[in-house]
């Protein structure tokens, strides 16, 4: 893959990450180096105990590394203040969970609103027009006003979705973002995230499922806290396809 | 009129806040905490609403009681000053006041020719004895006045008249009855007025029965008394020269200080006192003892406030247990939210919000429970009750100052949590 014109996104320099656990101290990450350019769809796999977590959390900025750096947009990360962090996170980032983590007994669009509300540039009218627009890009325009337990899984997992992108980040992180989810609406998501990567967006979806990889323009296979393998995809399955070929489910 | 449209337009403005800046926006939030957990918020609103609720009714009662006693020292008239004899050294012994001779008569001619301040002025002298008509006798006090005693002292005559100036002048053996002594002399009624009663076997004519006056607040029975001319009582009865005090009245309540500094040097004057004698007189006035009534009821107050404020204070420990609670039920919910951009910062306004929320609705339903308990306490317990306008105002501040205090802990709590763990946390 050609990659002189692109736009270096996250670029990760020998990053380690240790935890003093009891007397032990255990290497999470023992030296991730990489770089995600503007517009990949990346896939982060590997076991329970890799390192996958600690890497998204490095990568969504809520830790440091011990050592290495991390520079989010050209921005060095392991230096910022907690505060500073939360400032990157609000304008940078777009989190999907595996359990949605959508606020509970709130509207579909007053969840979306949320990261706008800790953007103090962005007036009540405008974060409103962002959050319905967004909840139109994922396909739930005709469920605004829906509160969150009154939603399927798909549809609050979309609800997430939308709450990722409302900010316009630079990155979107999906941690299990199909984990909860059963085939079907799984590869309905993998659909919108598609879309989205053709739309422009940088995604990097961490998972241990190895279909997903697929579906992905990138893979990167973590083991015990290094990187086994970082590969491109050269033959991307259509997930629209995969779907249509799903039988048919069952009344 | 104008309150409702200003109402309106707080209310209004309220509004807008709430559904366009991010304070307002966290205050939507913590109504919306509260409302998910009714039962909940109303228990340990519970303690608070008590707490203000004792508060206020204390406070109320206090009041209430100040303003009653108050009102009973004002009955026996505010502008009247006392004017003893007293602090006399002889030797380096100080004397009995009572046995002292330092008030003549020309000091009350003095007090009233000369003193501005002073309205009216009475003598007094008094003796105490059995008191005889037929084969009732009761023990009471004789009091020997002017005509201007019964303006100091605000008495009224209910049957009869006042003894006149002439029998002043002539030392008549004439007095007036108090509604005690008369019901005990006089136990079957009938015409009281004209009668002639014994005391210290000289017969006196009664020529007025005294209006009651019931007990005065230290628990004295104001009508067991007979007032006569004060000539009477000193060259009749006692045979003496002196007085035993000098009963003034001040203009007003306000001209009492002005009155006391006047009658001081009219008395210092008459008396021959070098610059650095003390004086050989005490002058008391009725505004201070109320003073003097009114700090006691404070304190009184004061103890039974600090009491109820500890309800508050275990209130506000309630409310900090529960927000505790609160926050770690929410943990995923502040992990969530600041992994979408909140600060520690913004984590804890929204808990302090909360704590504030509660314990300041708290407030306002405690000062309404204690609104109707000072209700429930005026017409069934005949309590006296009166609300001060700023111990609403004070609940407030306290409230609020509560939900600040107890909040923060939970707060901090909340703004301390790891955005990792919290929002993984089940």
């Given amino acids: 893959m050609d990659t002189k014109d692109k736009k270096v996104v996250i670029e990760l320099q020998d990053v380690r990450r240790e935890f003093q656990v009891g007397d032990e101290v255990v290497k999470a990450l023992r030296g991730v180096s990489f770089k995600i350019y503007e517009g990949e769809f990346v896939t982060i796999q590997g076991t329970s105990g890799s390192g996958k977590s600690t890497l998204l959390n490095q990568l969504g900025c809520l830790d440091t590394p011990t050592s290495g750096e991390y520079l989010l947009d050209g921005v060095p990360v392991r230096t910022m203040t907690k505060n500073q962090r939360a400032k990157l996170r609000n304008r940078k980032i777009g989190f999907i969970f595996q359990n949605y983590n959508l606020l509970a007994k709130t509207t579909a669009v007053e969840n979306v609103e949320l990261p706008l509300m800790y953007n103090n540039k962005v007036k009540a009218q405008e974060r409103r027009e962002r959050a319905v627009k967004a909840l139109i890009e994922v396909g739930l325009g005709d469920r605004l006003e829906h509160k969150s337990n009154q939603m399927s899984g798909g549809q609050m997992q979309r609800v997430a979705i939308a709450r990722a992108l409302v900010n316009d980040p630079t990155i979107l992180l999906a941690d299990e973002a199909t984990g909860n989810l059963d085939t079907r609406t799984s590869f309905e998501m993998l659909v919108l995230f598609q879309k989205l990567h053709r739309e422009g967006h940088t995604i990097i979806f961490v998972t241990h499922n190895p279909e997903i990889a697929q579906y992905s323009s990138r893979n990167i296979f973590l083991r015990d806290g290094q990187i086994k393998s970082d590969t491109y995809n050269d033959n991307i399955l259509d997930a629209a396809t995969a779907l249509a070929a799903l039988p048919k489910p069952v009344d | ?426």
């Fill in chain 2, 1 to 426: 009129m104008i309150f409702l449209i200003i109402t309106i337009i707080i209310a209004v403005a309220l509004y807008i806040v709430a559904r366009t800046t991010l304070l307002g926006m966290t205050f939507r939030v913590a109504v919306k905490a509260i409302a998910n957990n009714k039962g909940r918020s109303f228990l340990s609103m519970l303690g608070i609403i008590i707490g203000v609720a004792a508060v206020i009714v204390m406070m109320a009662i206090g009041q209430g009681s100040k303003e009653s006693v108050r009102q009973n020292i004002s009955q026996m008239g505010t502008n009247i000053i006392m004017v003893r004899p007293g602090a006399d050294m002889r030797g380096g012994v100080r004397q009995d006041p009572s046995s002292m001779q330092t008030l003549k008569m020309e000091d009350y001619e003095a007090i009233r020719d000369q003193a501005s301040y002073i309205m009216y002025t009475s003598p007094e002298v008094s003796s105490s004895g059995q008191v005889i008509y037929g084969a009732n006798n009761t023990n009471t006090s004789v009091y020997g006045e002017s005509l201007e005693y019964m303006d100091i002292k605000q008495w009224t005559i209910e049957e009869g008249t006042c003894f006149t100036e002439q029998d002043v002048q002539s030392a008549a053996k004439v007095c007036l009855i108090g509604q005690t002594v008369a019901k005990e002399l006089f136990p079957d009624g009938g015409e009281i007025v004209g009668k002639t009663i014994r005391f210290k076997s000289m017969p006196v004519r009664i020529v007025g029965v005294l209006k009651s006056k019931g007990y005065n607040s230290f628990g004295m029975d104001q009508d067991n008394l007979l007032i006569m001319p004060y000539t009477t009582v000193m060259k009749r009865l006692l045979a003496q020269t002196y007085f035993s005090s000098i009963n003034c009245s001040a203009l007003t309540e306000e001209m009492t200080d002005q009155a006391i500094d006047e009658l001081t040097t009219i008395l210092r004057n008459n008396h021959k006192l070098k610059a650095d004698a003390d004086d050989d007189f005490t002058i008391h006035s009725q505004a201070e003892m109320m003073e003097t009534m009114s700090s006691t009821m404070d304190s009184i107050t004061l103890i039974l406030v600090v009491a109820a404020a500890f309800s508050l204070l275990v209130a506000g420990i309630g409310i900090m247990n529960i927000m505790l609670v609160s926050v770690t039920e929410r943990t995923k919910e502040i992990g969530l939210r600041m992994s979408v951009g909140a600060r520690g910062l913004d984590i804890s306004i929204q808990f302090l919000i909360e704590s504030i929320l509660i314990s300041v609705t708290g407030g306002v339903l405690g000062i309404l429970v204690g609104f109707g308990l000072c209700q429930i306490a005026t017409s069934l317990f005949a309590l006296p009750t009166s609300i001060p306008g700023w111990s609403i105002i004070l609940s407030f501040a306290v409230c609020t100052l509560i939900g600040v205090l107890f909040g923060y802990i939970p707060a901090k709590k909340a703004a301390n949590l790891d955005p990792i763990e919290a929002i993984r946390y089940e």
